[in-house]
């Protein structure tokens, strides 16, 4: 599974918008490296670089490389599970035999058919625009493992997915 992006929270302690973060991201079980730019002059000016006014524009929140400026809470999450996909939780939609990845208004899926007491998974698919970013292994590790937990058998025919389970089976 590809590693969660350095989380790095630009604030002060006396901030409540600070705290206010700081409880979403452990909410969230997110490692973050809070950074006070009122007592850490390294820290303000790392974050005077990431703006050309070069103010001290907190709390700004980055996530790898991207910078959320004092984001709602529902902004943050949408950045976040775009960002960190494997943190969605997976679900199992046994009546249309469909695994789906939701990540922000669109959703990631694998569907497969039951024969025999077995789950055979068909087809895996990423929407375009979020291709490119490891969902698509995280859509198959989440569902093999989540196929594990029901006490199911998969048995994979979609090559993408028989690649990534042979990786999963391996580690």
């Not at 709602?72 to 949408?78: F, N, P, Q, T």
């Not at 594990?148 to 690649?163: D, H, M, Q, S, T």
Request: glycine fraction near 4%; hydrophobic fraction near 35%; proline fraction near 5%.
């Amino acid at each position: 599974m590809k590693a969660i992006p350095l989380i790095k929270l630009f604030g002060a302690a006396h901030c409540h918008k600070t705290h206010y973060y700081k409880l979403i991201l452990e909410e969230l079980k997110l490692p973050y490296l809070f950074l006070d730019v009122e007592e850490d002059e390294h820290a303000a000016k790392e974050l005077r670089l990431l703006y050309e006014n070069k103010k001290l524009n907190y709390p700004t929140i980055t996530i790898g490389s991207k910078k959320l400026r004092n984001p709602y809470k529902d902004e943050l999450i949408k950045w976040i599970y775009k960002l960190i996909p494997q943190l969605i939780p997976i679900q199992h939609d046994q009546e249309n035999e469909e695994f789906l990845l939701p990540i922000n208004e669109e959703i990631a899926r694998i569907t497969y058919y039951t024969k025999e007491n077995k789950l055979y998974l068909t087809h895996s698919e990423v929407p375009y625009n979020l291709r490119g970013r490891g969902i698509g292994s995280v859509l198959v590790e989440k569902t093999l493992k989540k196929i594990e937990e029901e006490g199911l058998c998969a048995i994979a025919v979609c090559p993408f997915i028989k690649k990534i389970q042979r990786v999963v089976m391996n580690k």
